[in-house]
């Protein structure tokens, strides 16, 4: 019978840069959706641990599922990602488009702290003083600014998820990452932002095409068979996974200092998260309902991801292994 697995998410493990990590087959994923539509497709999702899963299934719309991974995936360190995606913006700061990216910067905050609470101000100044995302916007605001200490070292930005922003920032990595990684895999974070979430965002994976990556639904879950001394399920930390695929781990101990851009921001009108729901999913229903900002936001994502692909060139490269018998030892040879 096959051996299963599945993730231990709240263990922590060292950030691994220079290549992916890899998820091996047969890991068992968790996900709530929505059922009137496909639970696997080609839109970003997210996947957790059943618990965290199970706390966004606030209604009867939609169903906790699990899921399984057919094949080995790729998925990047968060905070190597960060890096990438810094890189990127650095070498291209004079670029006309640079302002493209507007969104992703938010996103992940990479920018200064001081940079990023601006950025937040301008992306959410139009919303409805009397609305409840205003409310919300604002309470993050405040904390972000609380946390900010301005200093010889400026603090570095942080993660902010919301619904609207991110909507074009999956899209944008869907295709900046296009046949190279099947998503990003991110710890438990510290955002002052989320002040809804006790300033904490959940650990999670974001497949970008959860079709192309090959998930598959499982109907049932594997449980052990009553004659057999092994769990069909094993749990395995993070870290582990990466010491069976990687030789050299570089733990990041230091902040960088990112230079912070000059660049006039236009984004698109933003909506938030329904109580109670995670940020994608509540991006899933609007775009499974064809809203019609959302859907143009997302495909303006991609656009600009796939357009961004071709300026950069990425590749996963692993070293080469002897293909014939090696001796040991020199032989010795006669005169």
Not at 47 to 53: L, M, P
Not at 72 to 88: A, H, K, T
Not at 168 to 181: I, N, P
Request: net charge neutral; with cysteine; glycine share 6%.
């Amino acid at each position: 019978m096959s051996q299963y697995f599945e993730l231990d998410w709240e263990s922590p493990w060292p950030p691994l840069y220079g290549k992916p990590i890899t998820i091996y087959e047969n890991t068992i994923l968790w996900r709530s959706y929505d059922k009137s539509y496909d639970a696997v497709g080609d839109r970003f999702a997210y996947y957790s641990s059943k618990q965290i899963a199970s706390e966004y299934k606030r209604n009867t719309t939609r169903e906790l599922g699990h899921f399984v991974t057919t094949r080995p995936l790729r998925l990047i360190d968060y905070r190597f990602m960060r890096v990438l995606l810094s890189r990127l913006i650095t070498i291209n700061a004079h670029d006309k488009s640079i302002q493209e990216l507007a969104s992703v910067m938010m996103s992940f905050g990479l920018c200064s702290l001081g940079h990023q609470i601006e950025m937040v101000k301008m992306r959410y100044k139009d919303l409805i003083k009397t609305s409840s995302s205003y409310k919300q916007i604002d309470s993050s605001i405040r904390a972000m600014t609380k946390y900010y200490k301005p200093g010889i070292i400026e603090q570095m930005g942080v993660r902010i998820a919301e619904t609207t922003n991110d909507t074009f920032t999956m899209g944008f990595l869907q295709e900046l990452f296009k046949g190279v990684f099947d998503g990003f895999i991110s710890p438990r974070l510290y955002s002052p932002f989320h002040t809804e979430k006790h300033n904490s965002m959940s650990p999670e994976i974001i497949i970008f095409n959860p079709m192309a990556s090959e998930i598959k639904e499982m109907t049932t879950y594997p449980n052990s068979n009553s004659n057999s001394k092994h769990p069909l399920v094993s749990q395995i930390k993070i870290k582990d996974i990466i010491s069976s695929t990687s030789n050299l781990i570089l733990i990041d101990k230091s902040k960088k200092e990112e230079t912070e851009l000059d660049m006039k921001l236009d984004f698109a009108m933003c909506g938030g998260a329904q109580k109670g729901e995670h940020y994608l999913d509540t991006a899933d229903e609007l775009l499974n309902s064809k809203d019609g900002e959302l859907s143009t936001i997302y495909k303006e994502g991609i656009k600009i991801g796939s357009k961004w692909n071709k300026k950069i060139i990425l590749r996963i490269t692993e070293a080469p292994t002897p293909c014939v018998a090696v001796n040991p030892f020199p032989l010795e040879i006669g005169c």
